[in-house]
Nanobody, 116 residues
Framework: QVQLVESGGGLVQAGGSLRLSCTAS????????MGWYRQAPGNQRELVAA???????NYADSVKGRFTISRDNANATVYLQMNSLKPEDTAVYYC??????????WGQGTQVTVSS
């Protein structure tokens, strides 16, 4: 059974940094894309950043230049380095993993709160 374990959320002041990580376990199949989404209260879940197995990245316009996504294929882990955080970045952040044989899995979510 595939499990995604997230860590790294928390409370930080505006301008601060946090690093999220998400490790997938329970499958020997290749992971294609990995990504981070977020959902603030009253809003739809939105893509924050995604990365392919080969390292190509895609970012939401609102986080470009502040967030960096990376991955460790050997350890099935994806990271999100978040710098210059703003109050509007406050949300629950979810990791997302696409396996080569089709299924998509989600992490349980980690809260990120940025105070002004």
């Amino acid at each position: 059974q595939v499990q995604l374990v997230e860590s790294g959320g928390g409370l930080v002041q505006a301008g601060g940094s946090l690093r999220l990580s998400c490790t997938a376990s329970g499958s020997t199949f290749t992971i294609n894309a990995m990504g981070w989404y977020r959902q603030a209260p009253g809003n739809q879940r939105e893509l924050v950043a995604a990365i392919t197995r080969g390292g190509s990245t895609n970012y939401a316009d609102s986080v470009k230049g502040r967030f960096t996504i990376s991955r460790d294929n050997a350890n099935a882990t994806v990271y999100l380095q978040m710098n210059s955080l703003k109050p509007e970045d406050t949300a629950v952040y979810y990791c997302n993993v696409h396996y080569s044989y089709g299924p998509i899995y989600w992490g349980q979510g980690t809260q990120v709160t940025v105070s002004s």
